[in-house]
């Protein structure tokens, strides 16, 4: 069955420390990928994309995230994060021609001062 | 732009009880869909609708109706409220099925 797997539920990093957040896919093909920001009692966020084209992308608030097929992954990077990054993040999917979109479980960030 | 809007924020019912949550978008969106979050299982999807007319299933749709007669709304309907059904419920809309969705601010729905 298509998945998608986020192996960290809980994330803690210094403030101003790098961030990586993993995300996996399942799929024969490669599906559309999303990362999505929600802080608490919020909605989502959308903070990046990818479709097809440069496996590096750029998003809002300076997260990149980068497509590695041979490892069927999309992981969520930060150079330097700041307090107000602290917030739950998921990674999805489109597969199966579009309409539905596969969540992986969330991986909640936090960032000490 | 108001996005897409959600009613109620929060809701208590009692086992056996029905309610209808209310979904609106002004972006003129073909695509709404509705998720139920819950701690640990992230976002899964309950129905979606590519049309006004038209609406599918998503992974988790039992114990849930819904209708689309216009392009802006998106009703969903709990006919027996089960406490199963105790969760966060997220409305979606987007341009189609395989763009940028974007979320309401949620529903917080309790079943006693």
């Known amino acids: 069955a298509q998945s998608v797997t986020q192996p960290d539920i809980h994330i803690t990093v210094s403030e101003g420390a790098s961030l990586e957040l993993r995300c996996n896919y399942s799929?024969?093909?490669?599906?559309?990928l999303f990362w999505y920001v929600q802080s608490p009692g919020q909605g989502l966020q959308l903070l990046l994309k990818y479709f097809s084209g440069d496996t590096l992308v750029q998003g809002i608030k300076g997260f990149e995230a980068e497509f590695k097929r041979s490892q069927s992954s999309f992981n969520l990077r930060k150079p330097s994060v700041h307090w107000s990054d602290a917030a739950e993040y998921f990674c999805?999917?489109?597969?199966?021609?579009?309409?539905?979109?596969?969540f992986g479980a969330g991986t909640i960030l936090r960032v000490k001062s | 732009n108001a996005g897409v809007t959600q009613t109620p924020k929060f809701q208590v019912l009692k086992t056996g009880q029905s309610m209808t949550l209310q979904c609106a978008q002004d972006m003129n969106h073909e695509y709404m869909s509705w998720y139920r979050q819950d701690p640990g299982m992230g976002l899964r999807l309950i129905h979606y609708s590519v049309g006004a007319g038209i609406t599918d299933q998503g992974e988790v749709p039992n114990g849930y109706n819904v209708s689309r007669s216009t392009t802006e709304d998106f009703p969903l309907r709990l006919l027996s409220a089960a406490p199963s059904q105790t969760s966060v419920y997220f409305c979606?809309?987007?341009?189609?099925?395989?763009?940028?969705?974007?979320f309401g601010p949620g529903t917080r729905l309790t079943v006693l």
């Open positions: 799929y024969g093909a490669t599906p559309y």
């Open positions: 999805a999917a489109l597969m199966e021609y579009g309409n539905k979109l596969v």
């Open positions: 979606a809309s987007s341009r189609d099925g395989y763009n940028e969705q974007f």
